[in-house]
């Protein structure tokens, strides 16, 4: 996992969207046909929709990072490791179809992917511990991020986040290693105290149910 390469891509990605605003173009021309899933305030929603992605992206690091020193201490790196390692492997080399993509508009894949990842880990954690690895709630950003992605490939990168969780569950004995279940325990007797919310509860954008189902998503390309 190269995290100064993620922030090295992020950064020049910023750059890129500061001098252009191309991402802040795409999405200004996408407002009539984004999903009527995707909520976004009345006043300068572009605007709002480009911060949020910005700050989508901003997270993949932090996220990554948060995941590993947790598995570390869990004592599951072995289970989680290959998936952040996916993750970034993805940020240094993109596929063939991304390269001649730029800016925030391009890396929004990478993120996603690495959020849908990171996602994954903490419901089988979840799932094992009953309660998440890291204390995050990404579900409805990456809905969101889905539908801006758009299909068919946004269902090819959950397609690669879906394979490479079969792979990882051939190691989920690491939860019942004595290790795990010591750390368990230690986990149980104190309160999380630094708790994240909900990604979208600090955001303009949101979901909504309204309308749903009444028109297909349509891709920012």
């Known amino acids: 996992m190269n995290l100064d390469v993620i922030y090295q891509a992020i950064a020049k990605a910023k750059s890129h969207e500061v001098a252009t605003h191309q991402l802040e173009v795409l999405v200004e021309k996408h407002l009539p046909v984004i999903h009527p899933l ?53 940020f240094e080399s993109p596929p063939e179809t991304l390269v001649s993509e730029h800016g925030l508009h391009a890396i929004m894949d990478e993120a996603y992917l690495a959020h849908r990842l990171i996602e994954e880990v903490n419901d089988v954690y979840l799932a094992n511990a009953g309660m998440p690895l890291i204390p995050m709630d990404t579900v409805m950003a990456n809905v969101i991020v889905h539908n801006l992605i758009g299909e068919p490939f946004a269902n090819e990168l959950d397609a690669i986040v879906h394979q490479a969780v079969q792979q990882m569950m051939i190691k989920e004995k690491v939860y019942v290693d004595n290790h795990f279940q010591i750390h368990l325990d230690n986990r149980k007797k104190h309160e999380l105290v630094d708790t994240w919310p909900c990604f979208t509860e600090n955001s303009n954008v949101s979901v909504g149910l309204k309308g749903a189902a009444t028109k297909n998503p349509e891709p920012v390309d």
């Open 38 to 90: 995707i909520e976004l305030p009345n006043d300068e929603p572009a605007k709002a929709l480009v911060e949020f992605i910005s700050d989508y992206i901003d997270y993949v690091p932090a996220l990554m990072e948060a995941v590993d020193e947790g598995a570390r201490i869990a004592g599951i790196e072995d289970h989680v490791k290959p998936l952040l390692n996916i993750a970034s492997a993805y």
